[in-house]
């Protein structure tokens, strides 16, 4: 059993930056892919980025490369997405989910544990 916590959204201005952290109980956190999905108002659930285990592998959507990071700090059992350059489109919740079985997948239903979510919204 894996329990997540997400930290770290909040209200930014459209360019600005935010942080997001993923904090895992349990000592498996390290044998886990982590990814990070978020869900607008209205719209489905929607990929935004995965690391596999060691973080060699590290997978995004298109909307954000180049301006989001995925990273993992398996000694601290933390993910983090470091979100630069955002805008209003961004807004929504975003969630973290643990995935045994993957190394980095974009599909929401092959992952087992999921936070409870929080919310970024992005001024314009």
């Known amino acids: 059993q894996v329990q997540l916590v997400e930290s770290g959204g909040g209200l930014v201005q459209a360019g600005g930056s935010l942080r997001l952290s993923c904090a895992a109980s349990g000592r498996t956190f390290s044998t886990y892919a982590m990814g990070w999905f978020r869900q607008a108002p209205g719209k489905e659930r929607e990929f935004v980025a995965a690391?596999?285990?060691?973080?060699?592998?590290?997978n995004y959507e298109e909307s954000v490369k180049g301006r989001f990071t995925i990273s993992r700090d398996n000694a601290k059992n933390t993910a983090y997405l470091q979100m630069n350059s955002l805008k209003p489109e961004d807004t929504a919740v975003y969630y973290c989910?643990?995935?045994?079985w993957g190394t980095g997948r974009s599909n929401g239903d092959e992952y087992e544990y999921w936070g409870q979510g929080t919310q970024v919204t992005v001024s314009g």
């Open positions: 690391i596999s285990v060691g973080g060699g592998i590290r």
């Open positions: 989910a643990a995935d045994g």
